[in-house]
């Protein structure tokens, strides 16, 4: 990915206590790379479903975590840091809410498959905002993080490779890696190594064979054209934007073409997404919205339920619904929705004014801030038919992800106000 270029000496209004990475960013890094490890398994040792070893890599960064926010307050490191309180409100409000009701399920009601997981690690976001905040070199450190999930990427897609069109695997991952595509196109100069890239990572989105698989590829290369592309065309002369914009409304077209063709066959090439499984959790999920729409269960029900239609062959039939929207829907109701949807619209109104806008293309975190982005937002696809939140280790990279994005907003936020600068 790209080299660290001295952010610190060339943006002074950004934390600096020396000039490598120290050891709260090294046992963060171990943690994320731990958290890949688990999740994709490589391995294949049912490691998500070992009690020992599921929740390592949180329990690794919660000491890192201590020692980096009692390190800044005895050594006085960034006394006038970045806040994100404001912009974290609503993810801790509805983090409360749902372990709220998880303890209540776990210690009350004796319901051991809760949502309790689920709450506990959305407090990855600030507690990765936290430690990205308090780096002395958060590119090296955003970099580092980058190529730990290049490097698991590689083994994904050769996993995929070697069993494509015989079995599914890593599934669910879809939101990890095809958003690499997004910062080697930021980062990586103009040339064939950016294309090759960039082609790698999108290839990988259809690789999965799965439908989110292929609904990641499509957003991939919209943000590419819409953040990256567009705003670098639309500098050029009237002719040329013509032209390109002439080209760009050809290939969406063929694009579209091509995404109609597939829909209206899409008992030949694309998967079926299992509808009697899908359509029956979905409609338990739905009813269980309408018999409480203001705060459903409270996420004091069971995360997982009974699946009685036929045999899954799956964790004795005790399966989630396999959206965590409609889980939001179903167990928090409109309050939980309004949480979940005002935590989304405030980081990314945050990430947009402060990191994502075209003005702050040239800026060191730029490109970091659009794979985060793009991974988040990827991530909200997979999760809309995937039950990723409840998976410790998914669920801390896709959380983390999201602190990470709002972290460099904030820190670039910060330095604009010193600057001056809009």
Not at 33 to 40: E, G, N, R
Not at 119 to 146: C, D, E, H, Q, W
Not at 379 to 392: E, K, R, S, T
Request: aromatic share 12%.
């Amino acid at each position: 990915m790209a080299a660290d270029p001295g952010l610190t000496a060339a943006h002074p209004a950004l934390p600096h206590r020396g000039s490598a990475l120290v050891m709260t960013d090294y046992g963060f890094l171990l943690a994320l790379a731990l958290a890949l490890w688990i999740a994709v398994d490589p391995l294949e040792a049912d490691l998500e479903r070992r009690l020992a070893i599921k929740h390592l890599p949180m329990l690794l960064l919660l000491p890192f975590l201590l020692l980096s926010l009692v390190g800044a307050k005895v050594f006085h490191w960034q006394e006038q840091r970045p806040s994100m309180r404001q912009a974290l409100l609503p993810l801790l409000l509805l983090a409360g809410f749902i372990i709220g009701g998880g303890v209540f399920a776990r210690f009350a009601s004796g319901i051991q498959n809760s949502f309790l997981v689920a709450g506990v690690y959305m407090l990855a976001a600030p507690a990765a905002a936290a430690l990205l905040i308090r780096s002395g070199k958060p590119v090296s450190l955003l970099n580092t993080f980058a190529w730990l999930v290049g490097a698991m990427a590689v083994v994904v897609f050769a996993g995929l490779v070697v069993n494509y069109n015989v079995r599914q695997v890593y599934h669910e991952l879809e939101f990890l890696f095809p958003p690499l595509a997004v910062l080697i196109g930021f980062a990586v100069p103009r040339g064939w190594k950016r294309w090759a890239g960039m082609a790698f990572f999108i290839l990988m989105a259809l690789a999965y064979k799965k439908n989110t698989g292929y609904l990641v590829g499509l957003l991939v290369i919209a943000y590419l054209l819409a953040f990256e592309a567009w705003p670098r065309w639309s500098q050029g002369d009237t002719l040329k934007k013509l032209s390109k914009a002439q080209w760009t409304l050809i290939a969406a077209a063929a694009l579209a073409g091509l995404v109609i063709f597939l829909l209206a066959n899409r008992a030949e090439y694309l998967p079926s997404g299992n509808p009697q499984f899908r359509l029956f959790t979905y409609e338990r999920a739905w009813a269980r919205f309408l018999a409480s729409p203001l705060w459903g269960t409270g996420f004091a029900a069971p995360a997982a339920e009974k699946f009685t239609v036929f045999d899954t062959g799956v964790s004795d039939n005790v399966l989630p619904t396999h959206s965590d929207v409609l889980d939001i829907f179903a167990h928090g109701g409109l309050l939980g929705v309004m949480l979940w949807l005002w935590m989304l619209l405030r980081l990314a109104r945050l990430a947009w004014l402060h990191a994502l806008h075209p003005r702050h293309r040239q800026h060191p975190l730029a490109p970091y801030a659009h794979w985060l982005a793009c991974m988040s937002i990827a991530g909200v696809l997979v999760y809309a038919f995937n039950p990723i939140i409840l998976q410790p280790a998914k669920s801390l990279l896709l959380w983390g992800s999201l602190g990470l994005l709002g972290a460099i907003a904030a820190c670039m936020r910060s330095q604009a106000d010193q600057q001056g600068t809009p």
